[in-house]
């Protein structure tokens, strides 16, 4: 009898069955249930002035937060489809190493309201912020998006 996965190892599967993502090769590299980072290599990610794509850095910030939101949906215990909605990248400083994805609600969204509509109405809308994480404590790009929550069975009116 083998062990259940792990979520984190579940949403790896999950992105590695997306083959823009696996050409990319992002991975999960920790998700605490608040926060989801995940990580690429500059070298599947390289643009021609030899830093990161910017595409690739504004898709990695776009997976981190479609990411942990999955992740906080089904440690809750509800089967919803994430969708990103809108979002706006500001891109701050070239990014010449391997590339670093953190995301999380954005401060001030109550997780419990959100939960409480999605329940009630089978649609929420979650803000997720996200950044590249740099040395030295640089950020190389910020991300602010508004996400679509669907739950699978819409709720009996």
Not at 93 to 112: H, N, R, S
Not at 114 to 122: K, P
Request: charged share 15%.
């Amino acid at each position: 009898m083998s062990a259940e996965p792990s979520p984190q190892a579940r949403l790896q599967h999950h992105l590695d069955a997306m083959p823009p993502v696996r050409a990319m090769a992002a991975t999960v590299a920790r998700g605490d249930g608040e926060c989801l980072q995940l990580v690429a290599p500059l070298a599947a990610n390289v643009n021609d002035k030899g830093c990161a794509f910017g595409g690739s850095l504004s898709g990695l910030m776009t997976l981190a937060a479609w990411g942990a939101l999955t992740l906080r949906l089904q440690a809750a215990g509800i089967d919803a489809e994430v969708y990103v909605a809108n979002c706006q990248v500001a891109f701050r400083a070239p990014v010449y190493e391997d590339i670093v994805a953190e995301a999380a609600l954005t401060p001030g969204q109550d997780w419990e309201a959100i939960l409480a509509r999605l329940r009630t109405r089978g649609r929420a809308r979650a803000n997720m912020s996200a950044r590249i994480l740099m040395a030295q404590a640089r950020v190389g790009a910020e991300m602010e998006a508004q996400f679509a929550l669907i739950a699978a069975v819409a709720p009996h009116a």
